[in-house]
Each structure stands twice: as structure tokens, then as C-alpha cells.
């Protein structure tokens, strides 16, 4: 039967990564902190990284005590949240920035700010709603301790990565440059938008079933 914590690791650690992806990230996090030091711009990333950890993290753990709060059933969240993700695999298919984190014009003004590491970096460009549904719905599939640690492991493994695309992220868009980072960022469309459509398949499952 193999291991049921790593093979659902299989399936949210791929999902969370390319709703979150940090790649795609990397050009406008440059353009809003390029002109700081090479520490500052350290800090920054690391920052925007434990926010968007503790967001994720914490509807992973609380999504369905909100759910019952506001009297959403698990089968709707599943249907809304699908939808939403797969406007966001179209965008990113398309490669364009997604309006559904920030506005251009949110992000314009950040640019001014003293401390962008919170907002908008770790809400809403890395930790958007499209990545706070997906963590939540791995939650609500989530049947075992075990798999609830394979789906915080997700999360860590995301907030790995990216991290450490956010360090490194003059080199990744001299080596990608925008073309490269494109196709990279149509690919995780690609890879959203089937998860997307399985969410929503599980949740008219679910409804049918009731």
C-alpha cells in the first residue's frame, strides 16, 4: 500500500508549490527591493517567508473551525476554492501577473513603503487566497495525523524554496530571464489547473453523495 503520509505529500507539495510559485515571484521581488543592500534584501525575503508560512499554516490547522463559524460546508469550500484556482492557472498559463494576489497598482504602491516583507510579499503575493484555499483543502482531505504532517512538511518544503529563490534572485532572472521564468510559470499553470479541476470534481462528488 506504501507510506499514505508520503504519497499524500505527493499530491499537496506539488499543488501548494505552484499555486505559491515563488519563481514567477522573483522579478517583481526585485523590483521592490533592488536598490537594497544584499542583507536587507535577505531579510526581506525571510520575513516574507514566515509570513506566508504562518498564513498557510494556520488554515491548515483552522480551516474547518472557520468553516463551521461562517456554516460552510466542505464540499462548497472545495467547489469555490477549484473555481478560484483555476482562474489562477489560466492567468499563469497565459503568464501574466495575477491580479488575484495584488493589483499593479497595490504593488506600485508598495514600492514606496519602508518594509514590503510583510505586505505584499507575504500576503497576498506568496500567501494569496488562491494558496490559502489550497492549503485549506488539503486540510479538509487531510484523514490522519500522518497526512496532516505531510501536509505542514508541504508547507515547509514550499517556504524552503522559497526562500531560497527569493536569496538567490539576480542569478535566477539572469539565468531564466523572463522568457525562461514564463515557461517555468505555465508549467505550474498547467499543474494548478489539474488540481484545481480535481477539487472541484470531489467536491460535486461529495454534494452528490449527501
Request: net charge positive.
Amino acid at each position: 500500500m506504501g507510506n499514505p503520509a508520503l504519497a499524500f505529500f505527493s499530491k499537496c507539495f506539488p499543488s501548494i508549490l505552484s499555486i505559491v510559485d515563488p519563481l514567477a515571484l522573483v522579478p517583481i521581488y526585485l523590483a521592490m527591493v533592488g536598490a537594497e543592500p544584499r542583507a536587507e534584501q535577505r531579510r526581506i525575503a525571510l520575513r516574507a517567508t514566515v509570513t506566508m508560512t504562518i498564513v498557510l499554516a494556520t488554515f491548515a490547522v483552522g480551516g474547518e473551525v472557520l468553516f463551521r463559524f461562517f456554516g460552510i460546508t466542505i464540499p462548497a469550500f472545495k467547489i469555490a476554492g477549484g473555481i478560484l484556482l483555476f482562474f489562477n492557472a489560466l492567468e499563469m498559463i497565459h503568464a501574466k501577473a495575477l491580479e488575484t494576489r495584488s493589483t499593479a497598482e497595490e504593488q506600485s504602491e508598495a514600492r514606496g513603503k519602508a518594509d514590503v516583507a510583510i505586505i505584499p510579499l507575504g500576503i497576498p503575493l506568496l500567501a494569496g487566497p488562491g494558496a490559502i484555499a489550497t492549503a485549506t483543502m488539503w486540510s479538509s482531505r487531510a484523514k490522519s495525523l500522518a497526512e496532516r504532517g505531510a501536509l505542514y512538511a508541504s508547507i515547509l518544503a514550499v517556504a524552503a524554496l522559497t526562500v531560497t529563490a527569493l536569496f538567490f534572485a539576480g542569478s535566477l532572472i539572469r539565468y531564466f530571464k523572463q522568457t525562461g521564468i514564463n515557461i517555468a510559470t505555465r508549467i505550474m499553470g498547467l499543474i494548478l489547473a489539474a488540481t484545481a479541476a480535481q477539487f472541484v470534481v470531489d467536491g460535486v462528488r461529495e454534494v452528490l453523495k449527501g
